[in-house]
């Protein structure tokens, strides 16, 4: 793409971004993924200058301004505005910390060069604080889950909108506790499987073929448009403008794509975001999905009446007559052991954004002979031996190189 290209609608985050690091080789890799700062952090303790000099500057910076990087000029979870439909439950519950006097000091000690009091207080927000769990070790796939993000924020605020609303309803304070402590359950469950999905079906060679013709094909105009093609349920534009913009064969090729796979959409070539769980509240909602995707249910209030009626035994018959055959590795759980189950897969997701699509890239010399280091820093933020964390690895990458390449 060429340089005017490259300034015509690129977000005012990735030219900044980019003025206060003019000159830097990384700012030509596209896309260009952020670690989290309880990785960088982990990693720079363990590893005396892996980063190399100005680095750890730099990668502190991209991480604050963006949180999982950028791709064509533009932050990959800001490449398409989210879109929150009526009864989604993939989201984790926001939790905003006091900035605390480590806090403070990790920002002055890290600062990149001047900052002006506003940027400063700006910053120490977004400072991690280290708690008892496992840390983020990769930024998540859904920008409604990071409790740093504006739109973790913004769900946070429906959150409690709704829980205002609740009482007026006839809900007493302890329904309404577990009323939460059921969306908790649900939200974390919901975000360890589209994680665990996404690293299975990048693993899957048949995707990564049916991906590799997709690239091929419109990989030029999805940089020109900055942007790719999303699934009709998560739309909110006009539709002959989206058409216009990415012509017809483009959006039918992806959305064959999406409903195949059970993808939202594309973040990047790289990363895959699948469909939310949701309350079908209208008939046009529903005629959005196929069957390749998912189970659509219609519950009739006259069926809802205690809980007689077993929804889960419903789901699980489906499941088993019509569940798509390319998918039977996801879906036929009882064959599988306990490695590849869904936290497996989450964990080996973490680790694909952090060595594959960053580490080995950015600082592939630095990785060498450091691996067991590194293993031992991203053990601490994942709050797990290292062991786990070395087996995990050698699993990835056995993986890696076992799918067909492209």
Not at 17 to 40: K, M, S
Not at 294 to 311: E, K
Request: glycine residues 6%; aromatic residues 8%.
């Amino acid at each position: 793409m060429s340089e005017n290209k490259l300034e015509e609608g690129a977000s005012p985050e990735w030219l900044n971004f980019r003025d206060r690091h003019a000159g830097h080789p990384f700012l030509t890799i596209d896309p260009l993924y952020a670690l989290t700062e309880e990785v960088i952090a982990a990693i720079s303790t363990e590893v005396c200058e892996f980063f190399g000099e100005g680095g750890e500057v730099f990668e502190r910076d991209l991480a604050r301004t963006s949180r999982s990087g950028f791709i064509h000029g533009v932050p990959i979870e800001g490449a398409r505005a989210q879109v929150y439909p009526p009864g989604f439950t993939g989201r984790r519950e926001p939790t905003r910390l006091p900035p605390s006097e480590e806090r403070i000091r990790a920002l002055i000690s890290n600062r990149p060069g001047s900052m002006t009091i506003g940027q400063f207080l700006a910053a120490v927000e977004r400072l991690p604080e280290t708690g008892t769990g496992p840390g983020h070790v990769a930024p998540s796939l859904r920008a409604s889950w990071d409790d740093e993000s504006r739109d973790g924020r913004l769900v946070h605020q429906i959150r409690e909108c709704l829980h205002e609303l609740l009482p007026l309803r006839g809900l007493d304070p302890v329904e309404l506790l577990q009323v939460e402590e059921t969306e908790d359950q649900e939200s974390d469950e919901t975000w360890r499987k589209q994680e665990a999905f996404a690293m299975w079906i990048i693993l899957e060679s048949d995707y990564q073929a049916n991906l590799s013709g997709l690239k091929k094909k419109w990989e030029q105009r999805i940089a020109e448009m900055r942007s790719f093609p999303v699934h009709p349920s998560a739309q909110n534009r006009d539709q002959q403008l989206y058409q216009q913009r990415f012509g017809s064969e483009c959006l039918s090729d992806f959305g064959m794509f999406h409903s195949h796979w059970g993808l939202e959409r594309l973040l990047t070539w790289d990363l895959p975001l699948p469909l939310l769980p949701r309350v079908i509240t209208s008939a046009d909602e529903s005629s959005s999905y196929t069957r390749d995707e998912g189970v659509s249910l219609f519950l009739p209030w006259s069926v809802l009446r205690g809980d007689q009626f077993d929804v889960a035994a419903l789901i699980d018959r489906q499941r088993s007559i019509h569940s798509p055959p390319h998918l039977a590795g996801w879906l036929n759980q009882r064959t599988q052991g306990e490695a590849v189950g869904p936290i497996a897969l989450q964990r080996q997701f973490w680790l694909f954004r952090v060595h594959t699509l960053v580490l080995f890239q950015r600082y592939a010399s630095s990785c060498r002979g450091n691996l067991e280091r590194i293993d031992l820093a991203l053990a601490t933020v994942f709050g797990s031996d290292v062991e786990s964390v070395r087996k995990l690895r050698h699993s990835l990458n056995r993986e890696l190189k076992n799918r067909n390449p492209e």
